[in-house]
């Protein structure tokens, strides 16, 4: 199979009328090769976990198809080629040290983990540079180009995650959920949201904060943050003793009901 020039990566990929990352090929092909392209993931995974020296990788379940097809009516107009999640992945790391080698070789499609299984980048949602506003949640999120077929391929998508980060899953998660859920009932009765609605939801997101950020702090991830945005994310002593007190007031609205 012939090598891609960036451009023609980004040509190839990319919805000329929407800006998003796209399949570059039918629907029906999508199923076609999606078995194919799995396959091709898998194998690429496993050289990254040996050579990157990474915790771990592996390709998840194929998308349900019915649930592409909702997810395309949903987000993408009931575009289906723009759904890039038929096949998916993740790799799991333990250290900053291990984001920092997936970057540079995806990066780079002349590498040789790149070269070797024909794949290319075609976009980066980097979490771990810019955590998420709300949450301070932080991971890779990547589609790429894997081959099928003889000039074809398929856009996979590959999330890369702390190990830290994940195991407090458990503890984050009904913060997260209850703030989201405030938001959703507001909007479903078609209102705004009340002062103590307001101050609830943004002290559940400020528990997701706290704890995300003493983890990302305290195994060393703070390392890859965009250096002009430390001020934002870094949890520095004064912005947890006020995160920490505004778990401590959720608590007590909480016990006061």
């Given amino acids: 199979m012939r090598a891609l020039l960036t451009e023609e990566v980004?040509?190839?990929?990319?919805?000329?009328?929407?800006?998003?990352?796209?399949?570059?090929?039918?629907?029906?092909?999508?199923?076609?090769?999606?078995?194919?392209?799995?396959?091709?993931?898998?194998?690429?995974?496993?050289?990254?976990?040996?050579?990157?020296?990474?915790?771990?990788?592996?390709?998840?379940?194929?998308?349900?198809?019915?649930?592409?097809?909702?997810?395309?009516?949903?987000?993408?107009?009931?575009?289906?080629?723009?759904?890039?999640?038929y096949v998916r992945g993740k790799i799991v790391v333990r250290t900053p040290e291990e984001v920092l080698a997936i970057k540079e070789t995806f990066k780079n499609a002349r590498s040789e983990l790149m070269q070797e299984h024909g794949i290319y980048m075609v976009h980066l949602t980097d979490f771990f540079e810019d955590p998420k506003d709300f949450t301070g949640y932080r991971a890779l999120n990547y589609k790429l180009a894997v081959p099928v077929g003889e000039d074809?391929?398929?856009?996979?998508?590959?999330?890369?995650?702390?190990?830290?980060?994940?195991?407090?899953?458990?503890?984050?998660?009904?913060?997260?959920?209850?703030a989201e859920a405030i938001h959703d009932k507001a909007d479903a009765e078609g209102r705004d949201l009340t002062k103590p609605e307001r101050r609830e939801a943004a002290y559940n997101f400020a528990a997701c904060r706290l704890h995300n950020g003493r983890v990302a702090r305290d195994e060393g991830y703070d390392v890859l943050l965009k250096p002009e945005l430390r001020g934002r994310h870094e949890l520095t002593r004064n912005r947890e003793i006020k995160l920490s007190g505004m778990v401590d007031d959720l608590e007590r609205m909480h016990r006061d009901r």
């Fill in 152 to 178: 074809d391929f398929q856009v996979v998508e590959l999330q890369v995650v702390a190990e830290q980060i994940e195991q407090i899953y458990d503890v984050t998660h009904p913060y997260k959920a209850a």
């Fill in 10 to 85: 980004s040509k190839r990929f990319r919805d000329q009328a929407s800006g998003c990352p796209c399949q570059g090929m039918t629907y029906e092909r999508i199923v076609e090769t999606r078995e194919e392209a799995n396959n091709a993931f898998l194998v690429f995974l496993r050289d990254c976990k040996r050579q990157l020296r990474l915790h771990d990788a592996f390709v998840g379940p194929l998308k349900d198809l019915t649930a592409a097809e909702n997810k395309a009516k949903r987000e993408y107009n009931g575009r289906k080629d723009l759904v890039t999640d």
